[in-house]
């Protein structure tokens, strides 16, 4: 099955940690984005990628690191520099047509500092 | 201004009536808009995609765009209990191919 496929769902980290978020798409995707969604507000954009081995910064990337050494990969990852980092993480991919780009989203990891 | 506005609502809509979302943006240069439906602790999910100016009709959703007037809309005919959920807009930046800017979202609520 086709898909994007965020781990864990859940996940609980202590202050002063690091912690890795796991993102990866079987769509042949070009595009992939991380947001960050807290209740009942709209997705920030923390970093996005357009290709292998490049990426760019969001509106809300401090505390936060990605790599994109894979088409199907783009681990985020919750540095202790965050100082407030529970929140619902989204990863998407995009592909670019006809000047669309339809974004479709992964099942998101809930993060929550304990 | 924000860039993609939306009614935080909740807007409550009787079931089998018409919901109307309203979305208005600030970058006149975009051309291509979206919307997502997001049930509570889910992640949101595409069930429409405009580019030109009209109506886009996929069953009982209808898509309305108005690039004069910086406006985008989508109406859900017949409303089922099932179509409660907050519906985020977005819009892809007229200087990029890829980044999407979000409304904050309107939350639906359809009454049995």
């Known amino acids: 099955d086709g898909g994007i496929t965020q781990s864990p769902k859940y996940l609980f980290r202590k202050e002063g940690q690091n912690v890795t978020l796991s993102c990866e798409q079987n769509l042949n995707h070009d595009a992939m984005y991380w947001y960050r969604q807290d209740p009942g507000q709209g997705l920030r954009l923390i970093y996005y990628?357009?290709?292998?081995?490049?990426?760019q910064k969001g509106d809300i990337a401090e505390g936060y690191s990605v790599s994109r050494e894979k088409k199907e990969s783009f681990p985020l990852t919750v540095t202790s520099a965050q100082k407030n980092p529970t929140a619902f993480y989204l990863c998407a991919s995009s592909f670019y047509n006809r000047g669309g780009t339809e974004a479709f989203f992964g099942q998101g990891t809930r993060l929550t500092v304990v | 201004q924000k860039e993609v506005e939306q009614n935080s609502g909740p807007l409550s809509v009787p079931e089998g009536a018409i919901a109307s979302l309203n979305c208005t943006y600030s970058?006149?240069?975009?051309?291509?808009f979206f919307w997502y439906r997001q049930y509570s602790g889910k992640s949101p999910e595409l069930i429409m995609s405009?580019?030109s100016n009209g109506d886009k009709e996929d069953g009982r959703f209808t898509a309305q765009l108005n690039k004069a007037s910086q406006y985008v809309s989508l109406l859900i005919r017949d409303s089922q209990p099932s179509d409660s959920a907050t519906y985020l807009c977005?819009?892809?930046?007229?200087?990029?191919?890829?980044?999407?800017?979000w409304g904050a979202g309107t939350k639906l609520i359809i009454k049995p």
């Open positions: 990628s357009q290709i292998v081995n490049d990426f």
């Open positions: 970058d006149r240069v975009s051309q291509s």
């Open positions: 405009i580019y």
């Open positions: 977005a819009v892809k930046r007229g200087d990029s191919n890829y980044q999407l800017i």
